[in-house]
């Protein structure tokens, strides 16, 4: 016999208990998926610290090739 997973989590804005068989998960409804909608659009999710680029195994290209190669 095969078992279902049925997720208990909270809805990321309001933290009622909402399921992965809710038809609006992982809100608990469309009101808080709208205001989660709004803080994306507003710039309300940032990344905290900026990416670096470490250029690990990547060439400088602006740079002429060495005569020995």
Do not use: H
């Not at 940032?46 to 090739?65: C, K, M, Y």
């Amino acid at each position: 016999m095969a078992r279902t997973r049925n997720l208990k989590l909270k809805c990321p804005n309001c933290k009622k208990a909402v399921t992965s068989q809710d038809t609006e998960f992982p809100f608990c409804s469309d009101r808080c998926r709208l205001i989660d909608l709004g803080k994306w659009a507003s710039g309300g999710y940032v990344i905290s610290s900026p990416v670096q680029d470490t250029g690990d195994g990547i060439e400088d290209l602006s740079r002429e090739p060495d005569e020995n190669s």
